[in-house]
């Protein structure tokens, strides 16, 4: 039996594994901290649980693919709630936006914004419809090796004015700048800016109009404790607390990894489901090839990071919905402050993230969860002591949150901690602590992004955001699909 190790327990190295020993391949996945899931971790406090994320499941048929490569059904394992509205939106006026996939009650929605920009509205989803068809149903788990195979897939893109933004595409249709807001936004839940963000990318919107959104009772680290579930059932081998330190070659090819604790292994294959300049860097730090790749990779556009303040409250919030997005006074410009000029600005727009409304097991009986997240630029471009800044953000947070939803926030809180940048680098040997790894501009997309199998080291591959197709969960898995293919047509 051939032997394959996946470096990294997340998303797309679990799916990746999952694959791999479906087919009869021995597979071992190799993480570095004491829980899988990668940025997908979970904490437990006073009884109640915080999830890291991500927080939205779209397309869930691609999960259930996993489980269905060997007649089993994903049901078994995880219980996928639908979320509904997706989102609530918000603007500093109090002007509010529920967003589903209910069509009338989108266009009730839209009408009370701008009844003219229904038609705009339903143009767009066709737009929509045509980028999801080429961008994820036809390339989405297709591997670019070649640049002859971005050349055939460019007409197509073309024809959907890939060149163009999202928000650019999105404003041709619709004129009302709050709903080009509600329409434009989704890029930011995978690292992008929607002023620069290929237009490729408003196949989000078709992805949750046909699939819905969803949770994972429980929490999104149940969905990862499903899928670890069903690949130790299938004979695969998870070894947690065993970071990889050094992956060895020999000529044009791995030989075996080596980890902190001086553990040799030797595998037919290796996958990295790290962070891409942490493989290259350092994992490969020791050859030419990595510090040249590392070297490459280091130059790129990196997708920013993120400050997220998880609090627990007393009390229950039925008319707060599980996902609300709190706008701030501006858009175009807080996105130039976070991705162009990377400083911290006065406002900022939160991503208010609440699933004891769906899920009420995530806290004690009468009380709640929630996280509230803002991105912030990475560390390359915003080089704060987050130690001493975190505490001072964290409180501007909280009072935002008091003043538009919880107006007495502080006396309700039971327990509270931050994430900030720092901690994706540490945590997560995220580059810049990058929150999405490279960021998805078209120029970076495809045969731009890193490649989902080494171009020098023949049985090298990775998975994971930093490879076609990019950040969030159908991304990921769509890494993992392409990267699978490769490496069973490899090891056959």
């Known amino acids: 039996m051939k032997r394959a190790a996946v470096i990294g327990a997340g998303f797309g190295g679990l799916a990746l594994a999952i694959r791999l020993q479906s087919a009869g391949i021995a597979t071992t996945v190799f993480e570095g901290r004491d829980k899988p899931g990668g940025r997908a971790y979970v904490w437990e406090r006073e009884g109640f649980t915080f999830d890291g994320g991500p927080t939205v499941i779209t397309d869930p048929d691609c999960l259930r693919e996993l489980w269905q490569l060997t007649g089993h ?59 999801y068809r080429e961008g994820y149903v036809r390339l989405g788990a297709v591997p670019f090796l070649d640049f002859s195979a971005m050349v055939k897939a460019a007409p197509g893109l073309m024809r959907q004015q890939a060149w163009r933004s999202v928000y650019s595409m999105v404003s041709h249709y619709i004129e ?7 329409f434009s936004f989704h890029t930011l839940l995978v690292g992008g800016n929607p002023m620069t963000t290929s237009a490729i990318y408003a196949l989000i919107h078709k992805l949750e109009q046909d699939g819905g959104v969803w949770w994972a009772r429980g929490g999104t680290n149940q969905l990862i404790a499903g899928m670890v579930r069903h690949f130790e059932r299938l004979g695969g081998t998870l070894r947690l607390s065993e970071p990889v330190a050094k992956i060895h070659i020999l000529g044009d090819r791995v030989t075996e990894l080596e980890t902190e604790a001086g553990a040799h292994e030797r595998f037919d294959a290796v996958a990295s489901n790290g962070d891409i300049v942490h493989t290259y860097r350092t994992l490969l730090g020791h050859t030419h090839r990595g510090r040249r790749e590392a070297k490459r990779l280091m130059s790129k556009r990196w997708s920013p990071s993120l400050f997220v303040v998880h609090f627990g409250v ?30 911290l ?36 471009k915003l080089p704060l002591d987050w130690e001493q800044v975190g ?21 309700r809180i039971v327990t509270k901690f931050h994430y900030t940048p720092r901690d994706f680098t540490i945590d997560l040997n995220a580059y810049q602590g ?27 591959y990775l998975v994971g955001a930093g490879t076609h197709p990019g950040a969030g969960i159908p991304g990921v898995v769509g890494s993992a699909k392409a990267t699978a293919g490769l490496m069973l047509e490899d090891l056959a």
Do not use: C
């Open 314 to 343: 007393t009390g229950t919030w039925p008319g707060i919905p599980h996902h609300t997005i709190l706008f701030g006074p501006r858009y175009k410009d807080l996105l130039k402050d976070i991705f162009d000029y990377g400083v």
């Open 434 to 460: 990058s929150a999405f790894s490279l960021e998805p501009l078209l120029t970076q997309s495809a045969w731009f992004r890193a490649h989902n199998r080494d171009d020098s080291l023949k049985n090298l």
């Open 345 to 380: 600005p006065q406002d900022f727009s939160i991503y208010l993230h609440h699933p004891t409304v769906t899920d009420p097991s995530l806290a004690p009986p009468g009380h709640s969860t929630f996280y509230a997240l803002i991105p912030v630029a990475h560390r390359g």
């Open 73 to 131: 059904d994903m049901a078994a394992d995880v219980d996928l709630m639908p979320v509904n509205p997706f989102y609530r939106l918000n603007w500093p006026d109090g002007t509010t936006f529920d967003y589903g996939n209910d069509t009338a009650a989108l266009h009730r929605e839209i009408a009370r914004l701008s009844p003219g920009d229904i038609p705009g509205y339903e143009s767009f989803l066709e737009y929509a419809a045509a980028v």
């Open 176 to 182: 009302d700048e709050r709903l080009r807001e509600a």
């Open 391 to 411: 505490p001072l953000l964290e409180k501007r947070v909280l009072d935002e949150v008091g003043r538009r939803l919880i107006p007495d926030i502080h006396d």
